[in-house]
């Protein structure tokens, strides 16, 4: 867990802080709301860093949650506290994340949840689950997701457009471009 490393120190500590400072409290807060409607577990929804990780640190209402979007995802949920166990939660609950529509990049890693490492990436990836359970017939949470807009144009209307739109550069040529810039640079750097 996430006691269990060496306290950081000098760039490690810094990096840590700059992870940290991009943890949202509303927004955690919005989520873990959520995850209790959902699973109508009762639990602390206080969106405090200490708060969040101690929900789901071990992975199992992760589970709970998925298996309640849709049902059966997650086969067996690792009841112990042992550390593979729950890290076998948290990868399980990751896996149908993105089964569900989850972007890759919207994910977060094991230890990122379970070593408390940025748990800013676990409340992106809920904020992510939360805009696709609409689409499996549970209340969502977030703004709602675009839908497709295709446009189909004529081949006629193409041909319109690009007599219209003339793409040049603003001073006509690059060689233009750079002449005017290193005649006003002095300007520039001394003053008018």
Do not use: H
């Not at 081949?155 to 457009?161: I, S």
């Amino acid at each position: 867990m996430a006691n269990n490393r060496a306290t950081k120190s000098g760039f490690a500590a810094e990096a840590q802080r700059k992870i940290n400072s991009k943890y949202s409290e509303e927004l955690a807060q919005e989520c873990l709301e959520w995850v209790k409607q959902i699973t109508n577990e009762d639990f602390s929804t206080s969106g405090e860093m200490d708060n969040f990780y101690e929900v789901f640190k071990n992975g199992t209402r992760l589970c709970r949650l998925v298996n309640i979007i849709k049902p059966g995802s997650v086969k067996k949920i690792n009841e112990s506290q042992m550390a593979f166990k729950c890290m076998e939660n948290i990868n399980a609950f990751l896996d149908v994340a993105r089964s569900l529509g989850v972007p890759a990049q919207e994910t977060f890693q094991t230890v990122d949840l379970w070593e408390r490492q940025n748990l800013n990436s676990v409340v992106i990836c809920l904020q992510s689950l939360g805009r696709k359970a609409g689409n499996f017939g549970q209340p969502g949470i977030g703004p709602k997701e675009a839908e497709k807009n295709v446009r189909n144009f004529t081949e006629e209307q193409l041909k319109a457009g690009q007599g219209r739109l003339k793409f040049s550069q603003p001073y006509g040529s690059l060689k233009q471009a750079c002449l005017f810039f290193f005649m006003a640079m002095p300007k520039i750097i001394n003053g008018p």
